[in-house]
């Protein structure tokens, strides 16, 4: 809807999702189950072409038990994940992805890293993963509230 985008993953073990940005958007998730690892950084400059410097926020697994987490415009954006087991989660995206008001989802990849006493840091290079498609289904339930 106009307000928020409501996504449910389900991921075989190995499947990943690239390293990607949600531009000023919450991000509220709920993982159901299963073991995946969550990459994640913060954006901290804006460099030529696209490219951002960004600080790693964190690189942990979530799992097997269920978790919420949360990812705000400038707090952990930016995240890759990889499916470790079977997993599933869902996650509330508000406002949702709306390139005409610029929030279009980009990927990213890692072209160097380096670490200093204040964390780990790297450049993210935009670009287009081969190979890589999500489904998209729309809700036929009963109309929702809000």
Known sequence: G???TICLFVMRPGAKIPLHDHPGMH????HLFGRMRVCSFDPV????????????????????EPATYTLGPEDGNMHELEALENCAFFDFLTPP??????????????????????????????????????????????????
């Open 45 to 64: 400059e804006r460099l030529e072409g696209g490219s951002l410097r960004a600080k790693l926020r964190s690189d942990r697994i979530l799992g097997p």
């Open 97 to 146: 992805y709306d390139p005409p008001a610029g929030r279009d989802c980009t990927y990213y990849r890692r072209e160097s890293a380096a670490s200093d006493a204040h964390g780990e840091w790297a450049i993210l290079v935009p670009y287009e993963p081969l190979g890589f498609a999500m489904d998209k289904l729309d809700y036929r339930g009963p109309p929702c509230q809000m």
């Open 27 to 30: 991000v509220y998730g709920r």
């Open 2 to 4: 106009p307000q928020m």
